[in-house]
């Protein structure tokens, strides 16, 4: 058996800057020195030159096999190999390509919409792979701030190779539980995803012709219902502290707004109002409203681009601001209400708008549900394009009220272990809006 790497011949191994001639060779030396430190395989870490500059063979970072509760099992069989399009820069330490290459081959693992679905049955062993492999990323960071103890805080499963493994490098461990994933998030693909390290940015979000083309649809079919005014309305004209719901209903409102935020001259309003009203888990109503752009404002051509809701729409097709909300307040009716991440967005155009807060203990955010339940799979922050997708409700569209309100709805139901197949609440939104 190999001898196991001290850290102190760990650090140059990983810190030598890598020369312009010989950095695959300088790179994989690095690779396996990490390996062997991390109880891996080294003789199956390589850096092999090709056209596309390099190609990193990363499977063999993590043993061969992981004690998980006291178990030893084989780990999983992932073998996704690096495409490095870009060599490192001259003179640049080896450990930052290393935690680079470790960055590009989490981001894959993190995902299930990346992982197959043959996968779902191994996540706690892929898991502790992910684990093993950014507690090396710690080691190496450790390596550099000497004078200040790291913590790295693993969540879901942990090896207990990876535990020894932080130990020997310094780096303090915090655990944490995280939920459970579910199979419809694993993607349908056979095999792991090509990774490539080109350097390039990923383009910034924008609404393609069919997102525009669904919001000009859902504008012409809606026609106006009336609502009679709820004793107790959801949001009031009185000043209060916010105060969040202490309870998880079964039956409630769950509401999303799109709004135009901007210059003091273009003003902050909503565009569009999209709830749904639930019962028992069903899809039983909608509520999906655009509204007229106040006077003397104009629309945010960022908020035009997002959402694909544009000036010719709100002023052909939307409803005076006021009607709008008065409609809305009376289909939420005495319900509670459900909403995501709605502090800084939802509730504060409401305020500046119409001078409304809700009323103290009828609304919940599921934003910080998700939160406390620990991340999910994939999901490092709070961001409902990310539960969109690992929901399985990619092919709804994105930012517009009505299909983000789906969305909230269908990670509350997740969250309370009744998660909805995407096919259901489809047909369940299509039936409430024809």
């Known amino acids: 058996m190999t001898a196991r790497m001290t850290l102190a011949t760990l650090q140059p191994a990983v810190q030598r800057p890598l020369t312009a001639t010989a950095w695959p060779v300088e790179l994989q030396q690095a690779l396996q020195a990490l390996a062997q430190f991390g109880g891996g395989r080294p003789t199956q870490t390589l850096v092999t030159p090709v056209a596309a500059v390099a ?9 061969a096999w992981l004690t998980l509760e006291g ?6 069989q992932l073998s996704a190999p690096i495409e490095l ?22 981001k894959v693992l993190r995902e299930p919409m990346q992982l197959p679905v043959s996968c779902y049955p191994d996540w706690p062993r892929v898991r502790a792979v992910f684990n093993h492999l950014l507690a090396l990323q710690a080691v190496c960071h450790q390596l550099r701030v000497v004078d200040q103890p790291l913590t790295f805080t693993a969540f879901g499963p942990l090896a207990a190779e990876t535990a020894a493994l932080l130990q020997r490098g310094g780096v303090q461990l915090a655990r944490h539980p995280m939920m459970t994933p579910w199979r419809q998030a694993f993607s349908p693909a056979p095999v792991l995803p090509a990774i490539v390290i080109d350097g390039t940015r990923a383009p910034r979000g924008r609404a393609d012709a069919g997102q525009k083309a669904d919001a000009y649809r859902r504008a012409r079919l809606r026609e106006r219902q009336s609502f009679a005014r709820p004793a107790h309305p959801a949001f009031d004209r009185q000043a209060q502290p916010l105060h969040y719901a202490q309870t998880q209903p079964d039956d409630y409102t769950v509401f999303d707004l799109e709004f135009s935020s901007g210059s003091a001259r273009q003003g902050w309003f909503i565009t569009e109002i999209g709830a749904l009203r639930v019962r028992g888990g069903q899809i039983v109503d909608a509520f999906d409203r655009f509204l007229k752009i106040p006077p003397h404002l104009q629309l945010n051509s960022q908020s035009q681009q997002l959402t694909g809701i544009d000036a010719a729409l709100l002023t052909r097709y939307g409803q005076p601001p006021q009607e709008a909300l008065a409609d809305f307040l009376g289909f939420i009716g005495e319900d509670p209400l459900l909403g995501f991440s709605v502090k800084g967005g939802d509730l504060a155009v409401l305020a500046r708008q119409f001078d409304l807060t809700p009323a103290p203990g009828r609304l919940l955010d599921v934003a910080l549900l998700a939160e406390a ?13 990310k539960y969109r997708d690992y929901l399985g409700l990619g092919t709804l569209l994105a930012h517009g009220a009505i299909y983000d309100a789906v969305t909230t709805h269908a990670l509350y139901a997740y969250l309370r272990a009744h998660p909805v197949a995407p096919t259901v609440l489809a047909k369940q939104l299509q039936r409430t809006l024809r």
């Open 85 to 106: 399009e870009v060599a490192p820069r001259t003179d640049s330490p080896a450990d930052k390509t290393i935690r680079r290459l470790i960055s590009a081959y989490t």
């Open 71 to 76: 178990q030893r099992v084989a780990a999983p």
């Open 55 to 63: 190609v990193v063979s990363m499977h063999g970072l993590w043993p």
């Open 373 to 385: 339940g620990g991340p999910m799979p994939g999901l490092p922050e709070v961001s409902l394009s």
